[in-house]
């Protein structure tokens, strides 16, 4: 008789599979049955003090997306039209649109080739005497190298957004990242190491600063019998109890989430680095270990097989994969508002966007659907 195959069907994998779990349908419940579903429920201030104490700050604020963390934080700050504001090329739009949408200068760095984060010595040379403020935005699996902006910040008073959407539990020289900025902001979207679905975090240790954050979430309420005289201009950036108690629960298993993550950039690692046609990062660099938010790949450009073929292929063979950032001086609408100068050059952007993409790595990712996309991969170059 011959023996059944041990080898699972497979089915479409995803770039991101979320994990739920049973803490998080426990609490969701008791919100649902508590009637407090909105933003005035216990698990939101529970959620903010324990992510905060998570990552060794004062004070959290929680707020409905990432991208609404880094508008209220910027606007937090208190800067004035046109102040310059350094950012890198290399990132998710929202970090241009919170600068834009408060009429500030962005200013854009070229990525630092081996981590794909902001150059930090490049940070250094665009900085003038109009630059108010730096968003550090880690980027995929290794934080910004910060040694260096941080002192400069502190010696010419510039203030740090530190965007830690994508790494929540990272270290940074055995620090928690979202622990250096002036202000920090976190993502809870549903491909993030914990997930409320949609959401965000600003955490900071200045009290004035989280004052003004919590009032800029919130419409700029006033107090009291004064409530609907609003001494600002702000949003309704509230997050629910409902995903706040789902946050609460994710929180608990964190540990065991930046494990499993690291697990899985560990397998893809192993599996791929033999491959001489893509670069891949490493499990860790002298300042970080890699936390793999995503697992990135760079097809390098002597292979004869280039990124959309790779995507069209794995596609077909029921494999999902994502395209890096476009850079901010490609992006079309920027273009079209001629934001940056058609002479603005970034290389190093332009190339990880050209010729980079990341595989299927969401907590929800099993070990033979990694070694099925890694076979994929590697016969795609012909290297089996």
């Not at 910040?153 to 940074?172: T, W």
């Not at 975090?201 to 006033?222: A, H, P, V, W």
Request: hydrophobic residues 35%; aromatic residues 10%.
């Amino acid at each position: 008789m011959k023996k059944k195959s041990k080898l699972k069907k497979i089915k479409f994998i995803p770039v991101n599979i979320p994990k739920i779990f049973q803490q998080d349908k426990i609490n969701v419940k008791k919100s649902l049955d508590s009637g407090w579903i909105s933003s005035e429920g216990s698990f939101v201030k529970t959620f903010e003090n324990k992510f905060s104490n998570y990552n060794k700050r004062r004070y959290g604020i929680a707020v409905s997306s990432g991208t609404a963390a880094l508008e209220i934080a910027l606007k937090a700050l208190n800067l004035k039209t046109k102040d310059e504001v350094i950012i890198p090329a290399f990132s998710i739009i929202s970090t241009a649109l919170c600068v834009i949408k408060l009429g500030l200068k962005p200013i854009l760095v070229d990525s630092n080739i081996d981590n794909w984060n902001m150059d930090s010595e490049e940070v250094l040379r665009k900085i003038s005497k109009k630059t108010k403020a730096i968003i550090v935005t880690h980027i995929y699996g290794f934080p910004v190298d910060m040694r260096n902006i941080i002192k400069i910040a502190k010696e010419k008073k510039i203030k740090i957004v530190e965007d830690s959407a994508e790494m929540i539990g990272q270290k940074y020289k055995n620090k928690m990242c979202g622990s250096f900025g002036d202000l920090s902001t976190f993502s809870f979207y549903a491909n993030k190491h914990i997930t409320t679905g949609e959401g965000g975090m600003i955490l900071t240790n200045d009290k004035t600063l989280y004052e003004k954050c919590k009032s800029l979430r919130n419409l700029c309420f006033g107090i009291g019998n004064n409530r609907f005289n609003h001494d600002d201009i702000g949003w309704n950036y509230r997050l629910t109890n409902i995903q706040a108690a789902m946050g609460c629960g994710q929180l608990k298993n964190i540990s065991w989430i930046i494990k499993r993550k690291r697990e899985i950039g560990a397998r893809y690692h192993s599996l791929l680095k033999n491959n001489n046609n893509i670069i891949i990062q490493p499990t860790k660099n002298s300042f970080a270990k890699n936390i793999y938010w995503v697992f990135g790949v760079l097809i390098k450009i002597k292979s004869k097989i280039k990124k959309d073929q790779v995507v069209k292929k794995l596609l077909k063979n029921k494999i999902q994969t994502r395209n890096f950032f476009l850079p901010m001086h490609k992006q079309k609408i920027f273009k079209k508002m001629k934001l940056f100068s058609k002479k603005e050059n970034y290389p190093n952007a332009e190339y990880l966007s050209r010729n980079g993409l990341y595989l299927p790595s969401g907590i929800g990712i099993k070990n033979y659907e990694i070694d099925y996309i890694c076979k994929k991969v590697n016969q795609i170059f012909e290297i089996l």
